[in-house]
């Protein structure tokens, strides 16, 4: 997915962006979730937990950066323009590549989006 | 476009008559009561169609029946005992019973078609599918007949659900049978994302598969994540009514918000469960009415999957209300405001479709433009209650209902009856009329905006939802008066298109194949249809393939493509690689059966038995429905056949017989483990919600099942798990022998490993009704132990399978799937016994 750097993307391309997504989203909900119940609800700062989200983003939209560069090349770097319905193996790559470009893009935004809120809330009312 | 493969010459026509005698031999419909035997998705797709509509019917009428108790103050036509009953059993018919059904059977109906496949991969799977969705339908419905309806909302929240007293027979009802209906979800979704990535013709490549595909594919893996939660749930559930496990009674370490969890994540991908595969219909109605390619095929591709993913991040909206830290409701209100771009990327398609094109505005166009009308509006005041102060003040109120209605039924309602229109000659050879579609759309259109836009000032004017009735004076008096006219305004467009559809269906088939002059497979079918669909299977290089060659029709009738004949009397149809489409496989697919109609009896015996509380009774019918399923799987399964390969046409010989990773049945069994894993996590879910709202879990004074014994039955099961790789190692080198002992040597493993796991919490004397902790620790421990039972019998059934010579060194589907099976099992009970035991060890409980 984001790592594999292949010639050939196959469909877990398309996938590989929003897993992080969620992955990400899970984890800011839980540690949101989990520091407010255990430390106590109510007036309790959640700085601890936006240290860990803030790096968690950073993380998780470079994996979604470097998913992006992946799927560019399998576009084959916009040389070639859409709607790639011919019927042969490049113009299968040039879509997955351009579908899965679309995808992180996608991705990035909802993984800017969902860390917005700790930039904002700072504690567990 | 067919340039890349060159066209064979056509067999002369008194072969051509043989062949196609031998084809309808092969896929013959069964006459009188045996017709109910029938297994071929052009049969099963039509009941089930037809079924869900009827369900939809009935909780129309219960609609309305609301509608008229509500148009004035102090009603008294309905008791509120009985009022209850009836929004309860209004939303979860239409929820349950038609919207997420009937887009599995249009699927079912419509993919080979679009495939020119000559069915689905399964197709007893399908059947057993309707019959499990027929039964507990009936069942569900049935029950208002008896007063006995479940009368605690479509969400049944506890702790008013799970009141015995209170809730009555009906919420059992409605556990137990939507259970079993969900198990149906399940298997639609195995059947169509195999379906969708192997059965496509040859030549068509995943950048040239129909849009419909793409979305049933997306759809197919929400289920997988979306339906286990609502089963875990389910269990807990039941556990708590039947048995008295406190999972969601605070008074005893439970929490009724555990539910609330469970049910969302199962409930918001479940709205989107049902609007992608609406609009996927509107992506195959769109580019034949603007009469052009779509503009923007990955652009729906990426709303597709986005939608598919961003969906799981939605539930907590539901729950803005219940008192959770404004972080934790702010992540969710992000997501769901995130969710709004994929789903405006589709339209803005729709819309930039339309204009590239000439548009032809026949009926279900109608039906598509009024779809994105309202589905639009619906979306916009979607994102409003996305926004938590704003829900703090529609929640539970008509705004609410309005809001989730102009979703519904503009991203569902209108899109299906479009798609009813435009592919009713697919499905019944019939055209519709365009004049009474043309009424029917206008009253349904102005009739639902009649209803439905005063709820939202109803709903701002503070009446809450689900009152039966409301003194007068809060000026709601005419808005819900409005509001009921307009409702059966609505009614009326429905009743219009039932009286067409049924008038239409008794008249003269048509002979014309491509009345909207489309560009997709499922166009190519000859009138009056055959049930093996078309007469061969073209190769494919286009994404509108009759529009790029308007010879092919013909062609393909001449059957100068694949599989055009049927020699051995066998069902047949083509299974291709997931990426481009090469042909791999020539799949034998089983003929029509009763089996898997019994076995949905039985499996659903034991389930309404159950709802009665006669335990025996449920447990023989489950017995029973069980060995039906053997017995369906050994005789209609991993066939051995007579010979290796198979001419299939154009020159090409494809093997018969594939396993391992090759096979249909093991992605099968992959994407059905997913499920059961998602389901699985659900339950472990469970466990750490419970240990995040106690400071001390386990709690002070249980004693945690210890580590003796889990460790125990850790080490067996791992063992268990670990003889499998090889004796299908073995098998694989011929030593029949070697796979018999590894199989014998699994069976006792697992037996003993399940017996530790089992004596664990009850060594330690956990008892479960008494607080959560040990409750949950007992559903961590019989689920890991009921895997490890399934798995005996796996193993067991390979075992009988290789002494009868029908899982041989080179016929081994079986011990494949069977090891798939265990790989996902030993994963079960590492993590089941990790959570009993590591974990409290490790938080130092």
């Given at each position: 997915m984001v790592f594999a750097f292949r010639r050939e993307p196959d469909l877990w391309f398309l996938i590989g962006s929003p897993t992080v997504w969620a992955l990400h989203f899970l984890a800011c909900y839980v540690l949101a979730a989990v520091h407010c119940e255990k430390a106590g609800a109510?007036?309790?700062?959640?700085a601890p937990v936006r240290v860990w989200i803030v790096g968690l983003t950073a993380v998780a939209l470079a994996f979604v950066f470097v998913s992006g560069l992946q799927a560019w090349r399998h576009w084959g770097f916009g040389a070639n323009q859409p709607p790639?319905?011919?019927?042969s193996p490049e113009d299968r790559r040039r879509f997955i590549g351009y579908a899965a470009l679309l995808i992180s893009a996608l991705s990035f935004v909802a993984i800017a989006f969902t860390a917005l809120p700790v930039l904002f809330i700072t504690d567990c009312r | 476009m067919t340039a890349g493969h060159a066209t064979p010459p056509a067999p002369d026509p008194t072969l051509r008559a043989e062949q196609e005698r031998r084809l309808d031999k092969a896929w013959e419909t069964p006459r009188g009561?045996?017709?109910?035997s029938a297994v071929n998705n052009t049969q099963v797709g039509l009941w089930y169609t037809g079924t869900a509509f009827i369900f939809f019917l009935f909780a129309g009428v219960l609609a309305l029946l609301i509608r008229v108790q509500l148009a004035?103050?102090?009603?008294?036509?309905?008791s509120a005992q009985f009022y209850n009953q009836v929004f309860t059993l209004h939303g979860t018919v239409m929820m349950f019973l038609f919207a997420v059904p009937i887009l599995e059977a249009v699927a079912i109906l419509l993919m080979p078609a679009m495939y020119a496949a000559?069915?689905?991969?399964?197709p007893r799977l399908s059947a057993f599918g309707f019959w499990s969705f027929f039964i507990g339908g009936v069942f569900v419905c049935g029950s208002i007949f008896f007063n006995a309806?479940?009368?605690?909302?479509?969400?049944?929240?506890?702790p008013l659900a799970t009141d015995v007293k209170q809730s009555g027979i009906g919420a059992d009802i409605w556990l137990l049978g939507l259970s079993f209906i969900e198990i149906a979800s399940i298997a639609a979704a195995v059947e169509l994302i195999v379906g969708v990535l192997k059965?496509?013709?040859?030549?068509?490549r995943i950048n040239l598969m129909p849009l419909y595909g793409w979305y049933v594919l997306i759809v197919g893996g929400m289920i997988l994540f979306a339906f286990p939660p609502l089963i875990a749930g389910d269990i807990l559930f039941e556990a708590e009514r039947l048995?008295?496990?406190?999972?969601?009674d605070a008074k005893r370490g439970g929490d009724p918000l555990l539910w609330q969890h469970l049910f969302w994540i199962f409930g918001h991908p479940e709205v989107y469960i049902i609007f992608l595969p609406s609009i996927a219909l509107l992506a195959m109605i769109v580019p034949t009415f603007a009469q052009r390619p779509i503009v923007g095929y990955a652009w729906i591709v990426l709303a597709a999957v986005g939608t598919g993913f961003l969906?799981?991040?939605?539930?907590v909206h539901h729950m803005?209300?219940?008192?959770?830290p404004s972080i934790s409701l702010a992540f969710f209100s992000a997501a769901s405001e995130a969710v709004a771009i994929p789903t405006a990327v589709q339209i803005f398609v729709f819309i930039a479709t339309i204009m590239a094109g000439r548009l032809i505005f026949a009926v279900p166009m109608l039906f598509a433009t009024g779809a994105l009308a309202i589905f639009t509006f619906g979306g916009l005041t979607g994102v409003m209650v996305a926004l938590a102060p704003f829900d703090w003040q529609a929640?539970?109120?008509?705004f609410i209902v309005a809001h989730l209605h102009y979703v519904l039924i503009g991203g569902m309602l209108f899109p299906l009856i479009a798609g009813v229109y435009y592919y009713f000659p697919v499905a019944a050879d019939r055209m519709l009329s365009p004049r009474p579609g043309k009424i029917a759309f206008w009253l349904m259109f102005v009739g639902f905006n009649v209803a439905f836009l005063p709820m939202h000032f109803t709903g701002l004017r503070g009446m809450p939802r689900r009152v039966f009735t409301y003194p007068e004076g809060f000026g709601w008096e005419w808005l819900n008066l409005v509001s009921s006219v307009g409702a059966f305004v609505f009614a009326a467009g429905i009743a219009i298109i039932v009286i067409d559809v049924v008038r239409t269906a008794l008249g003269a088939p048509m002979r014309e194949r491509n009345p909207w002059n489309a560009?997709?497979?499922?166009?190519?079918?000859?009138?009056?249809?055959?049930?093996?669909?078309?007469r061969t299977v073209p190769p494919v290089s286009s994404r509108y393939p009759l529009w790029a060659d308007p010879e092919l029709a013909r062609k393909t009738d001449e059957a100068?493509?694949?599989?055009?004949?049927?020699e051995e009397g066998k069902r047949e149809t083509l299974i291709t690689t997931t990426?481009?489409?090469d042909p791999v496989q020539c799949l034998r697919l089983p003929g029509n059966s009763f089996k898997p109609m019994c076995a949905a009896i039985f499996i659903g015996g034991s389930f309404i038995l159950t709802t009665f509380h006669f335990y025996r009774g449920s447990l023989v019918s489950g017995v029973i429905g069980v060995a039906i399923i053997l017995w369906w799987l050994w005789t209609g399964t991993a066939i051995i056949p007579e010979?290796?390969?198979?001419?299939?046409?154009?020159g090409l010989k494809l093997p018969l017989y594939v396993s391992g990773s090759d096979s249909v049945g093991w992605w099968a069994m992959l994407i059905t483990m997913l499920a059961d894993m998602s389901a699985f996590f659900s339950l472990i879910f469970g466990y750490f919600f419970f240990w995040t709202i106690h400071e001390d879990f386990p709690p002070a004074g249980v004693d945690a099942p210890g580590v003796l014994w889990p460790g125990i039955a850790a080490i067996l099961l791992i063992a268990a798990w670990a003889v499998m790789p090889l004796a299908k190692r073995l098998n694989a080198r011929g030593s029949a022998a070697g796979l018999r002992a590894m199989l014998a040597v699994n069976a006792l493993l697992s037996a003993l490993g399940a017996a530790a796991l089992l004596s664990a919490p009850y060594v330690t004397g956990?008892?479960?009704?008494?607080?959560a902790y040990p409750a949950i620790v007992w559903v961590l421990v019989l689920w890991a132990a009921a895997h490890a039972a399934l798995g005996i019998l796996m193993t067991l059934y390979c075992f009988a399978r290789s002494f009868a010579g029908l899982l041989t060194r080179e016929y081994d589907i079986d011990i494949h799937n069977v090891v798939l099976y265990w790989h996902f099992a030993a994963i079960t009970a590492a993590v089941t016994v990790a959570t009993i035991v590591l974990f409290p060890l490790a938080s130092g409980g």
């Open positions: 109510g007036f309790v700062s959640i790639h319905d011919a019927d | 009561w045996r017709y109910w004035v103050p102090d009603n008294t036509l309905l000559r069915d689905l991969p399964f309806a479940p009368d605690t909302g479509w969400f049944m929240y506890p059965c496509r013709p040859p030549g068509m048995l008295n496990w406190p999972f969601f969906s799981f991040g939605l539930w803005f209300a219940t008192g959770l929640h539970d109120t008509y560009g997709t497979l499922e166009w190519l079918l000859r009138r009056p249809q055959k049930p093996w669909q078309t100068r493509y694949y599989l055009p004949d049927a990426l481009d489409g010979k290796r390969t198979k001419d299939v046409g154009v956990l008892e479960p009704t008494q607080h």
